[in-house]
């Protein structure tokens, strides 16, 4: 059987981020991504540094190891990277997961489209601002968001942009201008990925957190949108695995 390149597989917690925020979960990590934003909070995952860390796993062993940390205290599986969608065989553990009837959560940025993506029920995509050093392919994003459109199916799909900066800001709006239908989110951006200090980091944090919303209610363009922290970065900070 084919091997997936994880990085960690955690849980159950909670999904601190995007549309099923507070959601209780599992977290499969996979190994790898196209892109290296500059203020990656997972940058591990494709930098090499933690490259001692990635197994290559099949789908079933990747079960039995959320069967083991989990038990039967889950119902939903959030899978996350990296680039997930960089791998084409991560359909072996989406149709696994389908069997023994868990909801699966994605996280991508939308740089790349990959079959099972169909099957995911809940999809967060993440297009990145001017502020993480990439460029965005709008036709793949467009291409990714209209296949998904045209299969009406169950599934929930969401945009959810990372917010450092003015210009930032205004790259998210033109994101929300180009897709009006899709639920939109915007996210606090955590440039102090290495403090230790939770209350030091969490106090920033939310001060962030309140500009960002001070921005978005007093902005008549943009409506229909919501604006979160990272859940998990102020319960936990900036601890691995959880
Ligand atoms: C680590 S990424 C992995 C999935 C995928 N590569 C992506 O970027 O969407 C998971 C989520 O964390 C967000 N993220 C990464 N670094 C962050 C940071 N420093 N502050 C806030 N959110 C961050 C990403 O935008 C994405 O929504
Ligand atoms: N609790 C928790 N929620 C999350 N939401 C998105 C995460 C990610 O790193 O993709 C993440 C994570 O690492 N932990
Ligand atoms: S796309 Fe996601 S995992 Fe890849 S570098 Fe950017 S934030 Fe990190
Ligand atoms: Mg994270």
Redesign the pocket.
């Known amino acids: 059987m084919s091997k997936i390149p994880v990085m960690e597989i955690f849980g159950p917690t909670i999904q601190g981020e995007g549309m099923v925020v507070g959601q209780k979960t599992m977290f499969v990590r996979t190994a790898g ?1 196209d ?3 500059s203020w ?1 909070d ?2 591990f ?2 930098d090499g540094s933690g490259k001692h860390l990635i197994s290559q796993l099949t789908a079933e062993e990747i079960w039995a190891e959320l069967k083991r940390l989990g038990g039967n205290g889950f119902s939903f599986v959030t899978i996350s ?3 997930p969608v960089l791998l084409r065989n991560l359909e072996g553990l989406v149709n696994r997961l389908k069997e023994n009837n868990i909801k699966i959560g994605v996280e991508t ?1 939308g740089s790349k489209w990959q079959e099972w993506l169909y099957e995911v029920d809940e999809l967060t995509i993440s297009p ?1 601002p001017p502020s ?1 050093g ?1 460029v965005t392919n709008y036709s793949m994003l467009t291409e990714i968001i209209e296949k998904l459109n045209s299969k009406n199916s169950n599934q929930n799909i969401s945009l959810k942009i990372v917010i450092f900066s003015e210009v930032d800001y205004a790259y998210a709006k033109d994101i929300h201008l180009r897709y009006p239908e899709i639920p939109f989110y915007l996210q606090v951006g955590n440039d102090d990925i290495s403090e230790s200090d939770n209350e030091k980091l969490v106090s920033r944090l939310l001060e962030k957190y309140e500009v960002l919303v001070d921005k978005v209610v007093a902005d008549e363009e943009l409506r229909n949108v919501r604006v979160l922290p990272q859940l998990h970065t102020l319960i936990w900070g900036n601890k691995r695995g959880v």
């Open positions: 991504c892109y290296s934003c990656c997972s940058a995952t494709w990277g990296g680039n940025q990145k993480s990439m």
